[in-house]
């Protein structure tokens, strides 16, 4: 069963390509723009120059970077103009409308893709991005409501809900709509509490509001957990090596796979071949952390580590050079991702 973090629909899953990743196309509808002053007597304040739509697009692609796409196998791909695809490569995309005049809402989940995901580039008035800098004697443009904004509604795009259709969701929440515990069209993050720091939710009567409006300024503890379990990579990859670099762990020939860890863990790493094996686990910018040889049965090789939550490289090696032939790389936490891609 599906669980963990806000509650996700389960019928909104977007699908899985062969090699493991979860790519879900996005386009941008025609007429989507940031240009905005501020509202009241201050629009007529001297301005920093407004951002560009593109600025602000390369805002949104770093939030989700660093957010769904981080946790998971999730990447959002395409970012051309709507009106360049087709219609049926339209119907399969997120149509993305950012402008001041947009609401702020998304469809949910994979299949519900008529309407738009869209929101507003510089927040509600009560929220707003464009303020004044006394230093500076200017109203200046801040990217943290379209950040924070394009995190909450691409959550919806992916399938889930807000965290007030959690079953525990406290009656002094005001938007409370709880779904039926035990419910199986959903799974249900953290069934046992409800999580005030959800990106999924907002408002000071549903959220413990850090950020612009919502219970995060990124994914929660438990957002992480739950889009990690839905959209988490595999526990065990199969693949080969063609001559092999042996122990270099900075061979091309060695095949490097990206581990996920949504929270702390110790971890079983098991790389098994009849191939002679060496296995890496390095750091996200590629240093060593640790290492083995023959750990597990015969000559495979097998590492019990306990690993703080975040990303990891394992590097599958072999203990001589220039070796062919299949190895199976398994986890028991955690998710394993193909890389650069
Ligand atoms: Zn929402």
Redesign the pocket.
């Known amino acids: 069963m599906y669980g963990q973090a806000s509650v996700f629909q389960n019928s909104g899953r977007w699908p899985a390509s062969a090699d493991g990743l979860t790519r879900v196309p996005v386009c941008i509808v025609s007429g989507s723009s940031a240009q905005q002053k501020a509202s009241g007597l201050q629009k007529y304040y001297f301005h920093q120059t407004n951002p560009s739509f593109a600025q602000v697009l390369d805002h949104v692609r770093s939030a989700l970077s660093n957010s769904w796409e981080y946790w998971s196998t999730v990447r959002f791909t395409g970012w051309q103009n709507c009106s360049q695809l087709t219609r049926a490569e339209q119907d399969l995309a997120i149509d993305l409308y950012i402008h001041p005049e947009a609401a702020n809402?998304?469809n949910v989940g994979y299949g519900t893709r008529t309407g738009r995901t869209q929101f507003k580039p510089w927040g509600n008035s009560f929220n707003s991005c464009i303020a004044y800098s006394w230093a500076r004697a200017r109203m200046e443009y801040d990217f943290s409501c379209v950040e924070q904004y394009a995190i909450?509604?691409f959550g919806?795009a992916l399938g889930f809900y807000?965290e007030w259709s959690h079953p525990l969701t406290p009656a002094s929440c005001s938007a409370r709509s709880p779904i039926t515990a035990g419910d199986s069209n959903f799974s249900v993050a953290n069934p046992n509490r409800y999580d005030w720091d959800s990106i999924?939710t907002y408002n000071d009567d549903c959220a413990q509001v850090n950020g612009v409006r919502f219970g995060s300024s990124n994914l929660s503890a438990y957002d992480r957990l739950g889009v990690a379990t839905v959209y988490g990579g595999a526990k065990q990859v199969n693949a080969s090596w063609v001559n092999s670099g042996g122990r270099n762990k900075d061979s091309q020939n060695n095949n490097r796979i990206e581990l996920v860890l949504a929270e702390a863990k110790n971890i079983q790493i098991d790389l098994t071949s009849s191939i002679d094996t060496y296995l890496y686990l390095l750091d996200i910018k590629g240093n060593q952390i640790s290492y083995n040889d023959d750990g597990g049965s015969g000559y495979n090789s097998r590492l019990n580590v306990s690993l703080t939550a975040g990303k990891y490289l394992l590097v599958a090696a072999t203990y001589s050079h220039g070796q062919s032939g299949n190895f199976q790389l398994s986890i028991n936490h955690g998710g394993l991702n193909p890389t650069g891609q």
């Open positions: 809402n998304s909450h509604e919806h807000h999924m």
